[in-house]
């Protein structure tokens, strides 16, 4: 079984690291939409939030959450900047 960077993290968790990243979005939205795609801090903040092992299973390092906290997830982040949100 390989390890999940934070065994502990909760949904409730999950969804309040994308609600505390709403204020960076917008910001970063201009250069999003020249790349076409998000900037690689944006990246970097998803991977560092867990946002690509939401989904994942536990056995194989995920935190296997449930849809209702995906969805909430995946609903929070284009408050902050639509095209970001279209991209997780």
């Not at 867990?50 to 536990?58: D, E």
């Not at 909430?72 to 408050?79: G, L």
Request: hydrophobic share 35%; glycine share 10%; charged share 25%.
């Amino acid at each position: 079984m390989i390890a999940a960077p934070e065994p502990g993290l909760t949904e409730r968790e999950l969804i309040g690291r994308a609600v505390s990243m709403r204020p960076a979005l917008p910001e970063r939205q201009p250069e999003t939409e020249r790349l076409t795609h998000c900037p690689q801090a944006t990246h970097d903040d998803f991977l560092r939030a867990g946002f690509y092992r939401m989904l994942q299973p536990r056995g194989y390092g995920g935190y296997e959450c449930g849809l209702p906290a995906f969805y909430r997830v995946v609903t929070e982040i284009p408050r902050g900047c639509p095209s970001t949100g279209w991209a997780l």
